[in-house]
């Protein structure tokens, strides 16, 4: 069985880590994909080694006409959209006293408002069609707190909460909307490389001493896509198998 081939899947934050791999995988399995980051340059080199089936769109997800604008280059190109993986986000993790607010807003605009963006320009598309899937990247840090984690559990906790809000609107008016939740662990990406709380950096990166890499949540992301359009696979947690948090 193969549901992921000929599949319109948006991801952004594609420009590296998780997003990068993933795109990479859904490719492999014969998807059609639509690529957003900030980082252009980094989208045009992975158009050029995936070669054929791929859009890139420079998009920056705290702007919402951004985001329509990289769902309509999906509609332009490919005629649908059938996946949209909202996979964009950041950690600047830092204590709370440390009063970081241009962290805390980026992390606020990024993870929470850029979903929520992400959401707001698929729905019409995905609810005319009557079929689709959002994908929403959480984390561990959304099912648990630990000291320096604050605003970024906030964020995923916020992220899992809305796309259960999601899943929830959408079987009650039955568009066949699909929903899933993927809530990693450590895993090796660029993703801690913007703490810029010292104190916290030291701590973190002894967790992620043991990070495994980003294909672990591309295949979970193919598995989810794959499944028949009648089961909806909604959540996961795949952690390192030594991480203990
Ligand atoms: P990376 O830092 O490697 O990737 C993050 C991606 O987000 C980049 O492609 C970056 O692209 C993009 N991004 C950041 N800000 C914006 C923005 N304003 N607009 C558009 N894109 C943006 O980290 P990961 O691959 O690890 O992160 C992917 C997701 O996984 C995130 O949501 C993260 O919270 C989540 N996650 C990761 C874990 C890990 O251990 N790695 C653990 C738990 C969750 P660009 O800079 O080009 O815009």
Redesign the pocket.
């Known amino acids: 069985m193969n549901n992921v081939k000929d599949k319109v899947v948006v991801i ?8 990068e791999e993933t795109v990479s995988l859904l490719s492999e399995n014969g998807a059609k994909l639509v690529l ?4 252009l340059d ?1 989208l045009e080199k992975i158009q050029q080694k995936i070669g054929h089936n791929v859009s890139i769109k420079k ?4 702007q919402p006409d951004e985001v329509n604008a990289l769902i309509e280059t999906a509609y332009n190109d490919f005629g649908r959209v059938d996946v949209l993986i909202n ?5 600047p993790q830092s204590f709370l006293e440390k009063n970081k607010q241009d962290e805390w807003n980026q992390m606020i605009d ?2 929470i408002k ?1 979903v929520l963006y992400g959401i707001g320009a698929v729905l019409p598309y995905m609810r005319k069609q009557k079929s689709g899937h959002i994908i929403n ?1 959480a ?3 959304g099912h648990v707190v630990f000291p320096g984690s604050a605003v970024y559990s906030g964020t995923k906790y916020a992220v899992r909460a809305i796309t259960e809000g999601l899943r929830q609107e959408e079987a009650a008016v039955g568009s066949n909307i699909r929903t899933t939740i993927l809530s ?4 090796d ?3 801690t490389d913007h703490i810029s709380d010292q104190e916290m950096k030291q701590g973190i990166d002894e967790v992620y001493k043991d ?1 495994i890499k ?1 294909d672990a949540i591309a295949r979970a992301i193919n598995y989810a896509i794959n499944e028949p359009e009648e089961s909806s696979v909604n959540e996961f947690i795949i952690r390192p198998s030594s991480q203990n948090l």
């Open positions: 952004t934050g594609a420009s590296s880590g998780i997003g957003g980051a900030r980082r980094r998009t920056d997800v705290t996979n964009a986000g950041l950690m990024v993870n850029g990247l984390s561990v840090a990693p662990g450590a895993i990406t660029e993703l990070a980003p």
